[in-house]
């Protein structure tokens, strides 16, 4: 793709296309991508406390996800190789995601069949299948929404339904699926969610693959074959060499801003659910208010998001989110403060979800303009897993920040709130990075 950014639709203009097929298709896809990220992470994290697990061993589980962080490593292979047995029926894109929705769904029943109670180890291999395999689907629906646009607008409004999609299935496996463990257990609430990956399966069948990504993809097998020397050292290597080749010395600022920009979120997010859980909040409660409240907060997030990247530029967009998610990060440390009233957790947890939606929408925008076609996957691999990699790391800690904090003599809410408010601060040298991206970025790369 261009490095021009595309012009950003609003929730309003997404749910107004929905007659549209594809971007119905990409809704889905969205829906299916985001829903198995929860389960070994965040949610995970609520079923461990619920079963008595430490916060050090929580936060040193959640590296499970690490899976996300490394998908470059394989996205080469995903990008030239047909998924085996279905590919050649399916074609390439499809091929893979469909094999890696059926994983996912498996990995899922067996973390409700293993359960915390069978061994950390057992239920912890589990949730890295899963994480491995819901990494991959990543890939190929990313490349898949990229690929299948058009021009320009059209991208702005998948990227648009991918991420409403996708924070409507956070909201699932993060809401309902509280409400569900509260009245079924954990296992039935896992089982029900595997289920759900039936949405995606069904998007995959209904996608058409795209022509204009395909031609791209078999010049390049054409031209070098993936066996031979040349078109190995191509797949690996080579949608590297364009991206640098591309935006030159400026591709390592461009990188150290997306490392460093999603880092308030990750690094909370392992203690967020068993903070619910240690602050006396019920299942219901939390269930509840996140799958309204919270989802209100992600559609007007995704609205201004979508707004203010096509009326202002990506920058001044990435820099409102980035501000915006900080403050709603450290806003946690009001619930710790004054304690689990539901009409503070209900304020706190519309805020989050609108100031993350935000900044998620102006990073995928932004990233989804930086990819070059016939390296679409591996290169959005790439970014995708630069913005994972230092947070996945630093969040395998966040158990151990809050009970190093305790062992000073804190009490554990005030730990929590401590906690909070530093993970908000993390989020400023991003800010900062960002404003130097916004000058030495050419001018034409900014319009």
Not at 35 to 46: M, N, V
Not at 181 to 196: D, K, R
Not at 310 to 332: E, H, T
Request: proline share 4%; glycine share 12%; with cysteine.
């Amino acid at each position: 793709m261009s490095s021009k950014p595309s012009k950003r639709a609003s929730s309003k203009d997404v749910l107004s296309a929905l007659s549209r097929p594809r971007v119905l298709v990409m809704l889905m896809l969205g829906f299916s991508s985001g829903l198995p990220f929860l389960l070994t992470a965040g949610t995970f994290g609520y079923w461990l406390r619920d079963s008595g697990t430490s916060l050090k061993a929580i936060g040193f589980l959640s590296w499970v996800g690490f899976a996300y962080s490394f998908k470059f490593l394989w996205s080469p292979v995903i990008d030239r190789v047909d998924a085996p047995l279905i590919g050649k029926w399916l074609g390439r894109r499809r091929g893979w995601m469909l094999i890696a929705q059926g994983v996912v769904a498996i990995g899922l029943l067996a973390m409700a069949l293993t359960t915390p109670a069978a061994g950390l180890a057992v239920v912890g291999a589990a949730s890295l299948v899963v994480a491995f395999a819901s990494s991959t689907q990543d890939i190929v629906i990313d490349a898949w929404r990229i690929e299948a646009a058009e021009n320009s607008e059209e991208l702005g409004l998948l990227s648009s339904a991918y991420q409403l999609g996708y924070r409507i299935a956070l909201l699932v496996s993060d809401s309902l699926i509280l409400i569900l463990a509260n009245h079924f257990g954990w296992p039935i609430s896992y089982v029900a969610i595997a289920a759900l990956m039936g949405v995606g399966m069904f998007a995959t069948l209904k996608a058409t693959e795209s022509v204009r990504g395909d031609k791209a993809l078999d010049a390049k097998a054409a031209e070098a074959p993936l066996w031979t020397p040349r078109g190995f050292f191509d797949a690996v290597v080579g949608p590297f060499v364009a991206f640098f080749r591309t935006y030159g010395a400026l591709a390592l600022l461009m990188l150290l801003f997306i490392s460093l920009y999603r880092l308030p979120e990750y690094v909370m997010g392992p203690m967020a659910t068993p903070f619910y859980h240690d602050l006396g909040l019920s299942k219901d409660l939390v269930g509840g208010v996140r799958g309204s409240f919270g989802l209100v907060g992600s559609f007007a997030g995704i609205a201004v998001g979508g707004l203010t990247m096509a009326r202002f530029g990506p920058f001044k967009g990435m820099i409102l989110g980035g501000i915006l998610q900080a403050v709603a990060i450290a806003s946690f440390a009001l619930l710790a403060v004054y304690g689990g009233d539901a009409r503070l957790f209900a304020a706190v947890m519309t805020f989050d979800n609108f100031g993350v939606s935000v900044a998620g929408v102006a990073l995928v925008t932004y990233m989804s303009t930086l990819t070059t076609l016939g390296y679409t996957a591996s290169q959005y691999a790439l970014l995708s897993s630069t913005y994972t990699i230092i947070g996945k790391f630093l969040k395998g800690f966040s158990g151990a920040v809050v009970e190093g904090l305790v062992a000073q003599g804190h009490a554990l809410m005030q730990a929590y709130a401590l906690f909070f408010i530093g993970c908000g601060a993390i989020g400023l040298p991003a800010i900062l990075v960002c404003l130097l991206l916004a000058r030495v970025t050419p001018r034409p790369a900014a319009m």
